[in-house]
């Protein structure tokens, strides 16, 4: 099966552009389709369970069962995991995708819940009108992602090995150990943070400084105390490879 995306570029007030490589219907297919056969083992220990289970519990209560299970595997499932793991079911984790809000921020209960709702709407026409809108829209959108402002990403890769070249390029050996209080930080310094990492390199020496600078000056406003001597580039490099108290 093909498999063709297209690239989201999301400008941050700080003068960075947050590159989102958009998952096409191929890997959202494949993805999707390692979800429902994790869903449908999960049904057959509970129909299993139930079968055991049904002369004490009598039909009532196994039909009832039967109901709210159902509803988990179909829904609660893909919410559990989204929320959870950052985003990620056991089959888009496999396959590198991620699912974010349209503004490239992490994904919310809200979002999720509405976007896997309208799951129920797909799943008579065995997912048909999704695929089809996944196809043709511009951002690979089904109807639950048009509806909770949502987006199926694959995982920026490149930052991570980018955040270990910078790192080195920019002798932050001393802050490798660096431990901060982020717990005011919202997901979008975080998203500021990793997009600087990934372009470092390519960035001009003085444009580098003035851009670390001006991300910094943010960062440091919302995080809890920072140890006296730590620069700019080190202290941004710090929160996008997830520097904090916990880590």
Do not use: C
Request: glycine content about 12%; hydrophobic content about 50%.
């Amino acid at each position: 099966m093909q498999d063709y995306h297209d690239h989201l570029a999301i400008s941050t007030p700080e003068a960075v552009d947050v590159v989102l490589d958009l998952a096409g219907p191929g890997t959202r297919i494949s993805s999707g389709a390692i979800d429902l056969a994790g869903q449908l083992l999960l049904g057959g220990l509970g129909a299993l369970a139930l079968h055991a289970l049904a002369d004490p519990l009598g039909p009532d209560w196994s039909a009832v069962l039967a109901a709210i299970g159902g509803f988990a595997l179909l829904f609660v499932y893909d919410v559990a995991w989204e929320l959870l793991n950052d985003g990620r079911t056991p089959g888009k984790a496999l396959l590198g995708l991620r699912v974010v809000r349209d503004d490239g921020r992490r994904v919310d209960g809200a979002s999720s819940a509405v976007r896997n709702l309208l799951r129920l709407v797909e799943l008579p026409l065995a997912y048909a009108p999704g695929i089809v809108m996944v196809t043709l829209t511009r951002r690979h959108q089904r109807l639950g992602d048009l509806v909770g402002g949502t987006l199926v990403v694959r995982e920026p890769r490149r930052t991570s090995r980018a955040l270990a070249a910078a790192a080195e390029g920019a002798g932050t050996d001393a802050a490798d150990d660096l431990r901060l209080d982020t717990a005011g930080l919202t997901d979008h310094d975080r998203s500021t943070a990793r997009a600087f990492a990934a372009r470092h390199a390519t960035l001009d020496p003085e444009e580098r400084r003035a851009l670390a600078a001006a991300i910094a000056a943010a960062l440091r406003a919302r995080l809890g105390g920072v140890p006296p001597g730590v620069g700019d580039e080190a202290l941004v490099l710090a929160v996008a490879r997830g520097a904090s108290l916990r880590g």
